[in-house]
């Protein structure tokens, strides 16, 4: 298509925006709390709204990108995305700034639906690459996030401008949509029914996928929103700011995250999908204990580990699914984004309650965030042994 890098540009920075929103808010979690007298609980549920609503619109318009077009997505993904950056501008309190995270949820989910499938019929050859290269400006946009939060906080700066800002690359990459020719889908293009697609997402193996990204994504999601808020003083030693310093603990992951992913060809050409994702939940689980137990400037380094480790989850997980069951069309590819966010909506209020149990145990934010950490190492020791597993099996075919 003439069209194609436009369209590729477009949803880059719609993922981009998105992306940016979910990082200021893990930074925006302990000012909402103190502001709005939020509990650790209620915040978690604040977070998880952008979760839930991801899961819901995922899948719901990921069955309409087939039936009602790409373009129709598009629009509900960029009204939703306007309603979300307004309702959290002019929030009051806990219902507020749930209903706005939960409306900037929808709009992940509607790029989720119509964008994933997009950027694989864009570029046929390249399915993976092309998934990794998109989800990097995921990775990107959360550490502007982070360090939007960060540095406008240090000149006082306050967050309802700073979710203002959004405003400007979300009119910008609502224009680049504007009016564009948008090709078929997968399953409409291999000349597959509606019934086939049914048949390819009720498989073994789709289904497998979609438990094991539950799995990953509560990982990503659960930890990565969280760790601003468990590690607020961890680093106010380095930085001299006791609320915000740990913000930057998220920016270096995501980061990390970006540069890995810009390589994510050449890893999965070495290792294989399956040992890629062997490799990662390896790291995760290892990084996730570093970070428990660091202090200091080594907890960047614990940090790097982490980022290392859940960079490919997401895109290669989707490419695997795309490789595997391609019949299984911009549906099949929306259900396995929806159990992502589904993990990651579970994980949070869990976090949250925990922490706020551990808080009573312990004397500080550290001590009880250390601990809340290593209940998550048992996600990464079962994927383990699962993905070994597969691994091994994958080798001995």
Not at 5 to 10: D, K, Q, T, V, W
Not at 25 to 47: C, Q
Not at 143 to 166: D, E, H, P, S, Y
Not at 363 to 368: I, P, R, T, V
Request: with cysteine.
């Amino acid at each position: 298509m003439e069209n194609k890098n436009r369209l590729f540009i477009a949803s880059a920075l719609s993922l981009f925006v998105t992306a940016v929103a979910f990082g200021a808010r893990s930074g925006h979690l302990i000012p909402w709390m103190s502001e709005f007298h939020i509990s650790a609980a209620e915040a978690g549920w604040i977070a998880s709204a952008f979760l839930w609503g991801a899961t819901i619109s995922v899948l719901l318009f990921g069955l309409l990108v087939e039936t009602w077009g790409t373009p129709k997505v598009i629009i509900v993904l960029f009204i939703a995305q306007l309603a979300g950056i307004l309702l959290t501008v002019f929030a009051n309190g806990f219902w507020t700034l749930f209903l706005a995270t939960l409306f900037i949820g929808i709009a992940n989910g509607s790029l989720n639906a119509a964008c994933n499938p997009l950027v694989t019929n864009l570029y046929p050859n390249e399915k993976t690459a092309r998934l990794n290269l998109f989800h990097m400006w995921n990775a990107i946009g959360i550490a502007t996030g982070g360090l939007m939060v960060f540095f406008c906080n240090k000149i006082g700066v306050g967050w309802r401008i700073q979710i203002a800002i959004l405003l400007i690359p979300t009119i910008l990459y609502g224009f680049l949509f504007f009016k564009q020719k948008f090709p078929e889908t997968e399953r409409t293009l291999l000349g597959g029914s509606y019934k086939d697609m049914l048949r390819a997402i009720a498989s073994p193996l789709f289904i497998f996928i979609a438990f094991l990204m539950i799995l990953t994504s509560s990982l990503e999601f659960g930890a990565n929103q969280w760790i601003p808020a468990l590690f607020k003083n961890a680093v106010a030693d380095l930085f001299g700011e006791s609320a915000f310093g740990s913000v930057l603990i998220l920016v270096w992951i995501s980061l990390a995250m970006a540069l890995a992913r810009l390589f994510a060809a050449q890893m999965v050409r070495k290792f294989t999908p399956v040992g890629v994702l062997l490799l990662s939940v390896i790291l995760a689980g290892a990084g996730i204990y570093l970070i428990s137990v660091s202090q200091g400037w080594f907890i960047f380094f614990a940090a790097t580990v982490f980022a290392f480790g859940i960079a490919y989850f997401w895109p290669n997980m989707l490419g695997l699914t795309s490789d595997r069951r391609p019949m299984s069309g911009a549906l099949g590819l929306a259900i396995i984004g929806g159990m992502g966010t589904l993990g990651g909506a579970i994980i949070q209020p869990i976090i949250g309650s925990i922490f706020d149990n551990q808080l009573l145990q312990y004397s500080d934010h550290l001590e009880a965030g250390a601990a809340t950490l290593k209940y998550l190492i048992v996600i990464p020791i079962f994927l383990t042994i699962v993905f070994s597993i597969m691994f091994f099996q994958q080798r001995r075919k």
